[in-house]
């Protein structure tokens, strides 16, 4: 069992940015997959970002391509997604989750393991 827990959300301007990350117990990541979602209120949750175990491969949403970067550090067990100028359509909870099988499986929005998220506030 992999327990995941994201920190890092809170209330920036249009334009800010912030850097999530995403702490992992139970296990080690080194054999999973890692991946941002976000779920906007009223909306579904959306596949952000994913990156493999290794760190080499990584695949975004085309709504955050070249605006967001995932990253990782096994050896801290961690997971992080930098957010940089911010929209109010960034607003969302924000999801860390963990799959067993590649990256991709995470861009279709399966995963084994999800975090409770947390908030990004994005005032206009």
């Known amino acids: 069992q992999v327990q995941l827990v994201e920190s890092g959300g809170g209330l920036v301007q249009a334009g800010g940015s912030l850097r999530l990350s995403c702490a992992a117990s139970g296990r080690s990541l080194i054999s999973y997959a890692m991946g941002w979602f976000r779920q906007a209120p009223g909306k579904e949750r959306e596949f952000v970002a994913a990156?493999?175990?290794?760190?080499?491969?990584?695949y975004y949403a085309d709504s955050v391509k070249g605006l967001f970067t995932i990253s990782r550090d096994n050896a801290k067990n961690t997971v992080y997604l930098q957010m940089s100028r911010l929209k109010p359509e960034d607003t969302a909870v924000y999801y860390c989750?963990?799959?067993?099988?590649?990256?991709?499986?995470?861009?279709?929005?399966?995963?084994?393991?999800w975090g409770k998220g947390t908030l990004v506030t994005v005032s206009s």
């Open positions: 989750a963990a799959d067993s099988g590649t990256a991709v499986v995470l861009t279709t929005g399966e995963a084994n393991f």
């Open positions: 990156i493999n175990w290794s760190g080499d491969t990584t």
